[in-house]
Antibody, heavy 121, light 108 residues
């Protein structure tokens, strides 16, 4: 079955750039049936959708977030990535990658386990 | 508006029925999906579409929708259903999605 696994640094200094990668196993990221997504959850708070990417490279982002986020896809590695510039303490959160299945399901049906990112000097 | 509103907390006696609601303008156009999150774990999809359960989700979970309100109903709540439940749908423009703030369910 399809599995997602996040990877990246657990600790980032303020003003630096955070890069996270999600590796998809058990299925192809190039299927046209899915959006590949990033969602975050600050400690003790709710889920916040960051954005998603289609295998072709089309992206959609949460308009409520400042444009510090970039999502990219590498179909040759079956991975997609998140880049966040100029991080602050407010970016401390668990970052999840998730698959959004399109069509009738139209839901996030597979999630990674999440990776905790702490922004601190 | 692209917001989804949920009650912060709900409680239910063991074995009783509880309804968790989610309100938002986009729900007039799009179905909500519902996610269960237990402490320290990733969210799990429990309901999607009109009223569909992924494989492995007990049939005590059901969904419904009317106007701008979507509901998740647990019929015969069990102790293991204690969790935070989030609703999610597309935003009114269709290209983005939005989560509700979450409802913490306590099973008494």
């Amino acid at each position: 079955q399809v599995q997602l696994q996040e990877s990246g640094p657990g600790l980032v200094k303020p003003s630096q750039t955070l890069s996270l990668t999600c590796t998809v196993s058990g299925g192809s990221i190039s299927s046209g049936d899915y959006y590949w997504s990033w969602i975050r959850q600050p400690p003790g708070r709710g889920l916040e959708w960051i954005g998603y990417i289609y295998y072709s490279g089309n992206t959609y982002y949460n308009p409520s977030l400042k444009s510090r986020f970039t999502i990219s896809v590498d179909t040759s590695k079956n991975q997609f990535s998140l880049r966040l510039t100029s991080v602050t303490a407010a970016d401390t959160a668990v970052y999840y990658c998730a698959r959004r299945t399109l069509g009738q399901r139209d839901a996030f049906d597979i999630w990674g386990q999440g990776t905790m990112v702490t922004v601190s000097s | 508006s692209s917001e989804l509103t949920q009650d912060p907390a709900v409680s239910v006696a063991l074995g009783q029925t509880v309804r968790i609601t989610c309100q938002g303008d986009s729900l007039r156009i799009y179905y909500a999906s519902w996610y269960q999150q237990k402490p320290g774990q990733a969210p799990v999809l429990v309901i999607y579409g009109k009223n569909n359960r992924p494989s492995g989700i007990p049939d005590r979970f059901s969904g419904s929708s009317s106007g701008n309100t979507a509901s998740l109903t647990i019929t015969g709540a069990q102790a293991e259903d204690e969790a935070v439940y989030y609703c999610n749908s597309r935003a009114s423009n269709g290209n983005q999605v939005v989560f509700g703030g979450g409802t913490r369910l306590t099973v008494l």
